[in-house]
């Protein structure tokens, strides 16, 4: 790296820094209008610059006619300016700091407007997604699945479940009729209810598949004949809440507690 832009780093500007570097490799005091030419730097600019300099402690001028100009070792000049660079990113880290307080306090007392509708993309994203808010539910689960999905969800969904299961939380399923051939499925289905989920079935697939988190939240399969991954619609909107909670509700009433 050039010297000039080192010292730019440090804080002189790209002038500062060559009238600095002129007189510390000058083998003799300059005056202004030498500056000047070594430099190439306007004589006006010349003038400005050399204040600046010598009140930052960088150069040193003789009572003299013309006045004349030497520069301090470049070790003492390096030791100022990086004192004085460390001193502005302090300042600037206290400055960073108070604003990041003042914007969180800001944005605390704001009430935070949620979004209603979020359509998540049919992958691997759905799963989580369902995953996640499984594991923080607090009361209630109550979801309404397929025979096409319920053997897939047992195995994608138990730990959060089980998880949930542990905190107290209430987990009602619907599904349609299903005869299970799969050992490892039965030996969860009844793991899940020794543990205290309750499973009703319906003679034919719902017309609508979702699940509801502590009745607050909603995640709507947009279609019914898809696998676990396929997309789907979270909401937090009380009104179709409300219309899920229902739905669930009637589909519980309507279905068969018996082994399927």
Same mark, same amino acid.
């Given at each position: 790296?050039?010297?000039?832009?080192?010292?730019?780093?440090?804080?002189?500007?790209?002038?500062?820094?060559?009238?600095?570097?002129?007189?510390?490799?000058?083998?003799?005091?300059?005056?202004?209008?030498?500056?000047?030419?070594?430099?190439?730097?306007?004589?006006?600019?010349?003038?400005?610059?050399?204040?600046?300099?010598?009140?930052?402690?960088?150069?040193?001028? #003789?009572? %003299?006619? @013309?006045? *004349?100009?030497?520069? &301090?070792? !470049?070790?003492?000049?390096?030791?100022?300016?990086? /004192?004085?660079?460390?001193?502005?990113?302090?300042?600037?880290?206290?400055?960073?700091?108070?604003?990041?307080?003042?914007?969180?306090?800001?944005?605390?007392?704001?009430?935070?407007?949620?979004?209603?509708?979020?359509?998540?993309?049919?992958?691997?994203?759905?799963?989580?997604?369902?995953?996640t808010l499984s594991a923080s539910v607090q009361k209630s689960l109550d979801i309404?699945?397929?025979?096409?999905?319920?053997?897939?969800?047992?195995?994608?969904?138990?730990?959060?479940?089980?998880?949930?299961?542990?905190?107290?939380?209430?987990?009602?399923?619907?599904?349609?009729?299903? #005869?299970? %051939?799969? @050992?490892? *499925?039965?030996?969860? &289905?009844? !793991?899940?209810?020794?543990?205290?989920?309750?499973? /009703?079935?319906?003679?034919?697939q719902p017309p609508a598949l979702l699940t509801l988190f502590d009745e607050e939240?909603?995640?709507?399969?947009?279609?019914?004949?898809?696998?676990?991954?396929?997309?789907?619609?979270?909401?937090?909107?009380?009104?179709?809440?409300?219309?899920?909670?229902?739905?669930?509700?009637?589909?519980?009433?309507?279905?068969?507690?018996?082994?399927?």
């Amino acid at each position: 790296m050039e010297p000039t832009e080192t010292l730019a780093e440090l804080g002189l500007t790209h002038n500062q820094a060559r009238i600095y570097l002129a007189l510390l490799h000058s083998d003799r005091l300059l005056t202004a209008k030498e500056i000047s030419k070594v430099t190439s730097i306007t004589r006006q600019d010349v003038y400005r610059i050399l204040p600046e300099l010598q009140n930052g402690g960088l150069i040193e001028k #003789t009572i %003299t006619a @013309p006045t *004349m100009f030497k520069a &301090i070792s !470049i070790k003492l000049a390096v030791s100022i300016l990086v /004192r004085k660079r460390v001193e502005r990113d302090n300042d600037l880290i206290r400055k960073a700091n108070q604003l990041a307080i003042e914007l969180e306090n800001e944005k605390q007392s704001t009430p935070e407007e949620e979004p209603e509708f979020i359509l998540i993309p049919e992958n691997e994203a759905v799963v989580q997604k369902i995953n996640t808010l499984s594991a923080s539910v607090q009361k209630s689960l109550d979801i309404v699945t397929s025979k096409k999905r319920f053997s897939r969800a047992l195995f994608a969904f138990y730990e959060a479940r089980m998880q949930s299961l542990q905190r107290g939380v209430k987990i009602r399923t619907i599904s349609e009729m299903i #005869t299970s %051939t799969n @050992p490892d *499925m039965d030996q969860i &289905i009844n !793991i899940e209810k020794q543990a205290g989920v309750t499973i /009703r079935y319906l003679p034919a697939q719902p017309p609508a598949l979702l699940t509801l988190f502590d009745e607050e939240e909603v995640m709507i399969i947009t279609s019914p004949n898809g696998t676990i991954e396929t997309s789907a619609l979270w909401s937090n909107n009380p009104s179709l809440i409300a219309l899920s909670k229902s739905f669930f509700e009637n589909l519980w009433q309507a279905g068969d507690e018996g082994k399927p």
